[in-house]
């Protein structure tokens, strides 16, 4: 308990002393962002996530009300069953896949909504080069046998369409806030089709929705101390990397989504001076009829400039 409070008495002091800095204003950020299981003590399905993101506000956005900015990725994710030391592929609960891929993204936002489209396009298979950089990571940072890849999901192209909707209620005032967000979000395309609410609590130091770290976003750097509970529930019409290729894909291991996928999470965000950092944790139902329930982790630093 003695623990506890002094590790939330240095949160509220922080949070204090934030309040009253000065705030920046930014048009750029780089930012890298590495997902990983490992640190949860498993090596299993969605493996790990690295991703480097180029993002700009837009100095003649398309709408004269409320901000605009756009955003480039690069992105590689690996997955793997639960059965990485078996070569008998009639075990596997999922296949081995790797994807990598090019995304754009392009975000409005008010004072408390938002409207996020973006676009994903890029190779599951072999040509994705995941397979060799897991094991290459297994031998060189985690010294441990590396996964055995077999029967790894062809090669095809993917291309998918997102968009998020998100509208933010305050419900008690910095600096120690709270707030309430509800999100939807919709993917169609040959990787994923899906319908997806979620309802986000926030609590401590948070700038408005149009300003905030939450979506990554530009303009005024105000100083932000979080954190966040995410509860979401997703409709799963089609999942690519599990089912393969939506136009029809002859890989050896394929399994069916589950329809129904509950996902929970928390996260802590940091906002100060031109750098942001996301240290996140994820919970994710099982997604195949044969698989378990998984837990990763999230690290992200991004650097502001003009």
């Not at 002094?6 to 002091?13: E, H, K, T, W």
């Not at 676009?119 to 996964?147: E, M």
């Not at 192209?157 to 939807?184: C, D, H």
């Not at 509860?231 to 019409?237: G, K």
Request: aromatic share 16%.
């Amino acid at each position: 308990m003695a623990k506890f409070s002094l590790c939330f008495s240095l949160f509220a002091i922080t949070v204090f002393l934030g309040y009253s800095q000065s705030n920046n204003t930014f048009s750029q950020q780089l930012q890298l962002q590495h997902d990983n299981d490992f640190i949860t003590l498993t090596d299993r399905y969605y493996s790990s996530g690295l991703y480097l993101r180029y993002r700009k506000l837009l100095s003649n956005p398309i709408f004269n009300e409320g901000t605009e900015q756009v955003e480039f990725s690069i992105q590689q994710e690996i997955y793997t069953p639960s059965q990485t030391k078996s070569t008998n592929i009639d075990e596997f609960d999922r296949s081995y896949a790797g994807f990598v891929g090019l995304g754009f993204h392009w975000l409005h936002a008010k004072e408390n909504n938002l409207l996020k489209i973006s676009a994903l396009a890029g190779i599951v298979g072999p040509n994705s080069g995941a397979g060799g950089f897991q094991r290459w990571y297994h031998n060189t940072l985690v010294i441990s046998d590396p996964p055995i890849w077999v029967a790894e999901l062809r090669d095809s192209f993917q291309f998918n369409l997102y968009s998020t909707y998100a509208k933010e209620w305050t419900l008690v005032p910095n600096p120690f806030g709270m707030r309430i967000a509800l999100l939807s979000h919709i993917a169609l395309g040959t990787r994923d089709i899906y319908l997806e609410p979620e309802l986000v609590l926030s609590f401590g130091r948070k700038a408005q929705l149009k300003n905030s770290i939450f979506f990554d976003l530009l303009g005024v750097h105000n100083h932000e101390i979080y954190f966040t509970l995410n509860a979401a529930y997703r409709n799963v019409i089609y999942n690519g990397i599990i089912e393969g290729n939506l136009f029809g894909d002859d890989s050896q291991v394929l399994r069916e989504s589950q329809n129904a996928l509950l996902r929970f999470g928390f996260d802590f965000h940091n906002k100060f001076g031109q750098n942001n950092l996301k240290i996140g944790v994820r919970y994710n139902s099982r997604e195949t009829l044969q698989s378990k329930s998984h837990k990763y982790i999230i690290l992200g630093y991004g650097y502001s400039f003009n």
